[in-house]
């Protein structure tokens, strides 16, 4: 089955680094995203990896995929107020769907 | 418009009344999504179109619920005989020609069931 998981909540100082875990289980996810969802906006695309990478860096985000242990991050440098926001990781599954995970609130303060 | 668009923003029932949610999605997108997300959860597909067929409808949870996209553009999700459980903001996505092409989101249809 299909099952995207991450933590609930992560609170960081602005300025600091913030690093949003999350764990899948469908080995055969040729691409795995990130997603931002501010209130009252659409689910915006951040990043994404394609699944024979290791490391994709896009300015102040890093994504790390770990395929070994089925593990995907997300880093974002120097957090800023404005990244307050709640991180969904997703996987595509073999019908070419998304499977997202439970989201990730970041607050980030002052 | 520049975006998918979602009406009504928000829509508030009573329970086993009928009610439909609209999707605009962007212009020229032939793949349309739908997607349940309940609160704090993250969304659930529900059914996926191309063009005016639906490619993909397992994620439709009960016959209460049922699709249309007639013309290969707009998409009317409707929901029948609504439960208090069926309380959450649809989400409506397109994309370019096929579920391998970027998903952009609306800003969603909130649906409470009284």
């Known amino acids: 089955g299909e099952d995207v998981e991450q933590s609930l909540f992560l609170s960081v100082r602005e300025g600091d680094s913030s690093v949003i875990n999350c764990t899948y289980t469908?080995?055969?996810?040729?691409?795995l995203y990130w997603y931002k969802q501010e209130p009252g906006a659409g689910l915006q695309l951040l990043t994404y990896?394609?699944?024979?990478?290791d490391m994709k860096q896009d300015q102040r985000l890093t994504v790390l995929l770990n395929k070994k242990d089925k593990h995907l991050s997300l880093r974002i440098a120097d957090t800023q107020t404005g990244d307050s926001a709640i991180y969904f990781c997703?996987?595509?599954?073999?019908?070419?769907?998304?499977?997202f995970g439970g989201g990730t609130r970041l607050m980030v303060k002052p | 418009g520049a975006g998918v668009s979602q009406t009504p923003s928000n829509k508030v029932t009573e329970k086993g009344k009928y009610v439909e949610l609209r999707c605009d999605p962007i212009?020229?997108?032939?793949?349309l999504y739908w997607y349940r997300q309940s609160l704090g959860q993250g969304p659930e597909f529900l059914i996926y179109?191309?063009?005016?067929?639906?490619?993909?409808d397992s994620g439709l949870p009960n016959d209460r619920f049922f699709a249309v996209r007639p013309e290969g553009s707009v998409s009317t999700l409707k929901i029948q005989r609504t439960e208090r459980g069926d309380s959450a903001v649809y989400l409506c996505?397109?994309?370019?020609?096929?579920?391998?092409?970027?998903?952009?989101f609306g800003p969603g249809t909130r649906l409470t069931v009284l």
């Open positions: 469908d080995s055969s996810s040729t691409y």
């Open positions: 996505a397109s994309s370019l020609l096929s579920s391998s092409d970027e998903q952009f």
């Open positions: 179109f191309q063009g005016t067929g639906a490619a993909d």
């Open positions: 212009s020229g997108h032939t793949a």
């Open positions: 990896i394609f699944s024979n990478m």
């Open positions: 997703a996987e595509v599954n073999a019908g070419n769907m998304l499977t």
